[in-house]
């Protein structure tokens, strides 16, 4: 609330408990005075301003504006005035309670100033009666329990409206930074497949031009073949990538990314492989997993990294055998390397990618040479958490 606002509220709230305050000391009180005529006079009408104007700066200091407003009416009651009901103290102390904060909690000296401000009004009271403050007692005590109870009630809805707040707040960061960290995930992923994508492309193209040079004089039907194959390759890599980065540029939160290609696609990736001249075997047994699905993504990316590295790093050959059940899908590549080649047991940014898609699957990889072959096996859970 702005400044002036706030001033004008607090304004307005003095002035109304002067009016009420000045029409009850007219009319004798609550329980109308018999021996009191109805006339104010300068002393009453001082006091009663001085029992309800300094409301105006309560939010500086509540509990020095109760202790003046309430010293105030204590002189009103001693004066003889029918003050039976302290208007002013009463709205200063529904302030007091309602206003505290949490770094400033209601503390037993609080209680006792509270406390003897009450017994003094009450003995001014009686005083000023020449008898015991009976009405005063039930009237004002009455009201400033109930005055402080709405102050505890009024602070206890804001602190609650507060914690509220700061939890929907912090709902809104922790969304936020779930979403960010989605979008992440989802482009690393992207990004994992375009490597994969674009890497297998090149690595066959690079074959098959190998291949087209070589029988290029002996053979220029065969040569012009293969170039067409690349062209072919090329220009579908070329969409792919194009979908990829587009999945990119888009937000993951919002948009949807399509699904990679998976186990659908085994006979196409085999079949770009035969034609650069990779002679490729399949064995396959039980039921692969649901297209689609990260395990399915898994063991469809493995293979065609492992077809890559048979390519560029083999004899010509690659064998492959898969096995499904309910549980898990089993893998193997082997494919025979050249006797004087260094063996690849850690491998390069393709096995690297190989072995994070399997673990984060909590599945395991092993791959190795031995006795002149490079063997690739992998288990990989299904139903696993998508990679």
Avoid: K
């Amino acid at each position: 609330m702005p400044l002036r606002l706030r001033l004008f509220v607090d304004a307005v709230v003095a002035a109304v408990a002067l009016a009420v305050t000045l029409a009850l000391l007219r009319h004798g009180g609550i329980v109308a005075a018999d021996a009191w005529s109805g006339q104010l006079d300068l002393s009453a009408v001082t006091l009663a301003a001085c029992s309800t104007l300094p409301l105006i700066a309560w939010r500086r200091h509540a509990l020095s504006v109760m202790a003046a407003t309430t010293a105030a009416g204590i002189l009103l009651a001693g004066l003889g005035y029918p003050a039976d009901v302290i208007l002013g103290p009463t709205i200063a102390l529904y302030l007091l309670a309602a206003s505290r904060e949490r770094p400033a909690p209601w503390t037993g000296r609080t209680t006792v100033i509270v406390a003897v401000l009450f017994v003094a009004y009450l003995g001014a009271a009686g005083l000023g009666r020449q008898g015991f403050p009976g009405v005063e007692l039930l009237h004002t005590g009455l009201a400033w329990s109930g005055a402080w109870f709405a102050g505890e009630r009024t602070r206890l809805r804001r602190e609650q409206i507060a914690e509220l707040q700061a939890r929907a707040l912090r709902a809104e960061r922790d969304s936020e930074r779930e979403r960010q960290l989605a979008v992440a995930q989802e482009r690393a992923r992207i990004a994992r497949d375009l490597h994969d994508s674009a890497g297998h492309a090149i690595n066959v193209i690079a074959v098959r031009a190998g291949a087209a040079r070589l029988h290029h004089q002996h053979s220029p039907q065969r040569s012009l073949a293969a170039i067409e194959a690349i062209e072919q390759l090329a220009r579908q890599t070329a969409e792919q990538i194009d979908h990829i980065v587009g999945g990119l540029r888009e937000t993951p939160a919002t948009g949807s990314v399509e699904i990679p290609a998976g186990l659908a696609f085994l006979p196409t990736l085999i079949g770009q492989h035969s034609a650069a001249g990779l002679v490729v075997t399949l064995d396959v047994s039980g039921r692969p997993p649901d297209y689609g699905s990260p395990a399915d993504q898994t063991v469809y990316r493995i293979l065609q990294e492992a077809l890559t590295n048979a390519a560029r790093h083999g004899q010509g050959s690659a064998a492959i055998a898969l096995s499904f059940d309910d549980r898990s899908a089993d893998l193997t590549i082997t494919n025979p390397v050249p006797a004087q080649q260094e063996p690849r047991s850690g491998g390069g940014h393709g096995l690297v990618g190989m072995r994070e898609r399997v673990t984060l699957l909590g599945g395991t990889l092993h791959t190795g040479t031995e006795h002149g072959t490079f063997r690739v096996h992998a288990r990989i859970p299904i139903g696993g958490q998508r990679s």
